[in-house]
């Protein structure tokens, strides 16, 4: 099955701080994500990349960067993390872009910025 | 706007109860339909799709089906299992690779 490993499960940071959230996937998709989970408001997409050095915008991209040099990998990057961005970050990774495709997470990391 | 409404938890609910969780979805077009399930400190993982209008998606005793009718896509199960204590998230797909996600609904099964 495919397999989607984050880096840390937990990760303490200062504001202020660039922070780097790494995301791996086994199975040559072509499809990555990033969410952001928090609760009472469900996942909200921050940016996908569709193609190695290739990205797009979600929903809440404002404070974030992402990376995609190899297609195995995404990295979230924080320029500067501020404590509204404590939260749970998770990473996916999806095959193609047909309907009924799904997606495949990480375990997710947990962020706090003191 | 596009958007998922699923209804607010926690539900809880004895063994062998019947488990119904409310979605219903804001959309242009007819995106396929989906039920992701987390369980405790795991990333979210699929439990039944739709991709189309009355199709039923079905996994693990779990069940719903698409209505395009009442934009629904309602998640039920017979007998509910202490093993089914996760937090439930209706989503659908629409243009190519936005999903979006309704905000969760923790079921919490008690022996």
């Known amino acids: 099955d495919v397999k989607v490993t984050q880096s840390s499960r937990y990760l303490v940071k200062r504001t202020g701080e660039k922070v780097f959230l790494e995301c791996v996937q086994d199975?040559?998709?072509?499809?990555m994500f990033w969410y952001r989970q928090d609760p009472g408001l469900g996942l909200r997409l921050i940016y996908f990349?569709?193609?190695?050095?290739?990205?797009e915008k979600g929903d809440i991209p404002e404070g974030y960067s992402v990376s995609r040099e190899k297609k195995e990998r995404f990295s979230l990057i924080l320029e500067s993390a501020s404590t509204n961005q404590t939260s749970m970050y998770l990473c996916?990774?999806?095959?193609?872009?047909?309907?009924?495709?799904?997606?495949?997470f990480g375990s997710g990391t947990q962020l706090s910025v003191l | 706007g596009d958007s998922v409404t699923q209804m607010e938890g926690p539900v809880t609910l004895s063994e062998e109860a019947f488990l119904t969780i409310n979605c219903t979805y804001t959309?242009?077009?007819?995106?396929?339909l989906f039920w992701y399930v987390q369980y405790p400190g795991e990333g979210l993982q699929l439990l039944l799709k739709?991709?189309?209008?009355?199709d039923k998606g079905s996994n693990k005793g779990f069940e719903a089906t698409y209505r395009k009718e009442t934009t629904s896509f309602h998640l039920e199960k017979g007998s509910v299992q202490v093993s089914d204590s996760a937090v439930y998230f209706c989503a659908f797909l629409y243009n190519f690779n936005k999903f979006y996600f309704g905000s969760g609904t923790k079921l919490n099964v008690k022996p």
């Open positions: 739709a991709t189309k209008a009355d």
């Open positions: 199975m040559d998709h072509e499809n």
């Open positions: 996916a990774s999806r095959l193609g872009q047909a309907t009924n495709e799904k997606l495949f």
């Open positions: 990349s569709y193609d190695v050095k290739m990205k």
């Open positions: 959309a242009t077009g007819y995106p396929s």
